[in-house]
């Protein structure tokens, strides 16, 4: 197969338009075939339901080239049921399980040239992503819905790559609407903007924020969940009803316990208990696994410094790294139908 010819160890986590798409509708009831197009743009209506009332949401899994040659993707069907969930909170229409599954192939397929060869840094990120069309002008459900998937080349989520980075406790709460946060709608995303933004022009990589309730809790960040290694070499990571259940915390609870055999805490984390952990780090298909190397809170002018450094990455944090990253491009077995064969 021959691949499109781009400079894969110099890109980073952008748009860039590839040769096929795939979209369905929802008309009447029900969901037509699907299909592959070329066209790259959306047409609709000024009053959409996406564009009244934010009747949208979206998934995000990438697709890897193997060392022997072959194009697999990650865990697609934990995507379908996610993003089911998130439709079904959204009074959206279920696009069926199977077929996001099919799509998420064929579209993978279909742009095979475009999937960064093995140990290039680079991957192919996959955006399932479904709006409601039809005009609505009352608070309500749209009638009409399209499901649509593009993929994008991408390289790391964060500039520098797997260089500690510095995030800040952010002093605006995610302002996720009560009980949706652990969906991935692009509404609760809308409403992070403005705390991104402002991280960003602070010098800030990333926000980390605080159950909005208490402000006593670790949450999650814009785009990813945290994990922490204690000093005695347990792994911890936040359990919040109102984050977003990442796919790869989940998978990294499971290499941490079942490949490195350390002891695994889902549980609530306090702040407070930040100074005590080893290494931190976010998780997720975009930020893989990007190490903290310190933690500010403006608010009370506390520093944390994880004593891993901001340097490299953890010693611990670099093995769940390679060890997730070596099951995905297919150096280590991975369990039981984690890996899906798109291209043999
Ligand atoms: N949290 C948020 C807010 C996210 O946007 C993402 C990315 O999808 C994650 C966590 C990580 O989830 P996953 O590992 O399923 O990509
Ligand atoms: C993902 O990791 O798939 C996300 O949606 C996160 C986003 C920051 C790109």
Redesign the pocket.
């Known amino acids: 197969m021959e691949k499109k010819n781009i400079d894969w160890g110099n890109i980073g986590f952008s748009y860039m338009p590839t040769d096929y798409r795939y979209v369905a509708n929802f008309k009447d009831g029900k969901w037509d075939d699907g299909e592959l197009t070329t066209d790259s743009t959306v047409r609709i209506s000024e009053c959409a339901g996406v564009l009244q009332y934010a009747q949208t949401c979206f998934e995000?899994?990438k697709a890897y080239t193997t060392k022997d040659g072959k194009i697999v993707c990650f865990r697609p069907d934990?995507?379908a049921s996610?993003m089911a969930d998130s439709c079904r909170r959204l009074v959206m229409p279920v696009f069926p399980e199977e077929k996001f599954i099919e799509a998420v192939e064929k579209v993978v397929e279909a742009n095979a040239a475009y999937v960064p060869p093995f140990g290039s840094g680079a991957t192919l990120y996959i955006r399932p992503y479904m709006y409601g069309s039809n005009p609505v002008i009352g608070v309500k459900p749209a009638d009409e819905y399209e499901f649509r998937i593009f993929v994008t080349p991408v390289g790391p989520y964060f500039k520098g790559g797997a260089k500690p980075i510095t995030i800040r406790v952010s002093d605006v709460d995610r302002a996720a609407p009560h009980g949706t946060g652990n969906i991935?709608a692009g509404l609760n995303?809308a409403m992070s903007l403005y705390a991104i933004t402002d991280a960003h022009a602070q010098g800030y990589d990333e926000n980390m924020y605080l159950d909005p309730r208490t402000r006593t809790k670790v949450e999650?960040?814009?785009?990813?969940?945290f994990i922490f290694i204690t000093k005695d070499g347990k792994f911890v990571t936040p359990k919040s009803d109102s984050?977003?259940?990442?796919?790869?915390?989940r998978s990294l609870m499971v290499v941490a316990e079942k490949y490195l055999g350390m002891p695994v805490e889902h549980r609530e984390v306090y702040y407070d208990e930040l100074k005590d952990f080893a290494e931190c780090g976010l998780?997720?298909?975009?930020?893989v696994i990007s190490p903290v190397g310190k933690v500010v809170n403006p608010a009370t002018g506390e520093e944390i410094c994880f004593p891993s450094g901001m340097d490299d990455m953890g010693p611990i944090t670099k093995k769940l790294y390679d060890t997730l990253t070596g099951i995905q491009m297919g150096e280590i077995e991975a369990p039981e139908g984690w890996i899906k064969v798109i291209v043999e």
Not at 243 to 249: A, F, G, H, N
Not at 283 to 287: F, L, N
Request: aromatic share 4%; hydrophobic share 30%; proline share 4%.
């Open positions: 995000g899994l934990l995507n996610r991935k995303y999650e960040t814009g785009g990813a969940n984050i977003l259940p990442s796919i790869t915390r998780c997720g298909t975009a930020a």
